[in-house]
């Protein structure tokens, strides 16, 4: 009897110490956690932010250019006012997601929405043999949180261009509106994407883009994982088709409000 009890004091002083060890290891895991997020919160502000300053840049880069036209000079500078301003609201939106906290959505007009987004782009899509094909109607509209939803709309439309580089093509964007759901399709003519690269497309830091791709530049694998982050948040689904050297299809299903 008294070696019976030995060993249940010894078990349970063994199974203290697992506990112990195992809050200690939780512990040591939430900070890591904790850094892998504010290092991936880092990495989707910087790609976003860069989406940001390279039209910024082309439009200030108008007005020193050509000093003594004052109407181009005045109407590239406040581009630049107003998209600086989007600027600071988008990041605030990315933060938002990032952190899960709960932004207001409005009803959104989709071709609104796009309008901006090119606007914010500033780059002629025709200079780079690109032809844009919008099949949008007017009113059609959604509940969506504006800024979020323009960062979705601004990476598949510059990924689409990146992929049709440096032959150009057709870049597609329909949208329609069935029963309960808006379905909205941004399309390219591009290289495509390999089968064994599908399934990871939506993984941080996963990217096709290589300095010999299509794009010239080595991809952060950000802009569709934020892409899945909003459009989950809006309780919507993502899902793509692609095929190497016919393209890439991504379709988006959002609740029609």
């Not at 050509?66 to 600086?84: E, F, G, H, I, R």
């Not at 934020?226 to 050297?245: A, L």
Request: aromatic fraction near 4%; charge should be neutral; charged fraction near 20%.
């Amino acid at each position: 009897m008294p070696q019976l009890i030995q060993k249940r004091r010894s078990l349970n002083k063994e199974i203290n110490l697992q506990v112990q060890q195992n809050k200690e290891l939780q512990a040591r895991l939430a900070k890591l956690q904790t850094l892998a997020n504010l290092g991936t919160i880092s990495a989707i502000v910087a790609h976003e932010i860069n989406n940001i300053l390279m039209p910024l840049g082309n439009y200030a880069q108008v007005a020193l250019n050509n000093p003594q036209d004052t109407q181009l000079t005045q109407k590239a500078l406040q581009k630049t006012v107003y998209n600086s301003a989007r600027a600071s609201e988008i990041l605030e939106s990315i933060l938002a997601v990032v952190n899960g906290e709960a932004i207001e959505k409005k009803i959104c007009r989709l071709q609104q929405l796009l309008e901006e987004v090119f606007s914010c782009i500033g780059r002629d899509f025709g200079k780079d043999c690109v032809k844009v094909k919008m099949e949008v109607p007017d009113e059609l509209g959604f509940p969506a949180v504006p800024v979020q939803f323009q960062q979705v709309l601004m990476n598949l439309i510059l990924n689409a261009r990146e992929a049709m580089m440096p032959r150009g093509g057709i870049l597609g964007i329909n949208a329609t509106k069935e029963q309960d759901k808006v379905i909205i399709e941004v399309s390219d003519t591009g290289c495509g994407i390999e089968l064994e690269n599908m399934s990871r497309l939506f993984e941080p830091f996963f990217s096709t883009k290589t300095l010999q791709s299509p794009a010239g530049r080595v991809g952060a694998g950000l802009g569709l994982v934020f892409c899945k982050e909003i459009i989950d948040s809006h309780e919507g689904t993502i899902d793509v088709q692609s095929e190497p050297g016919k393209g890439t299809k991504f379709t988006i299903t959002l609740p029609a409000g």
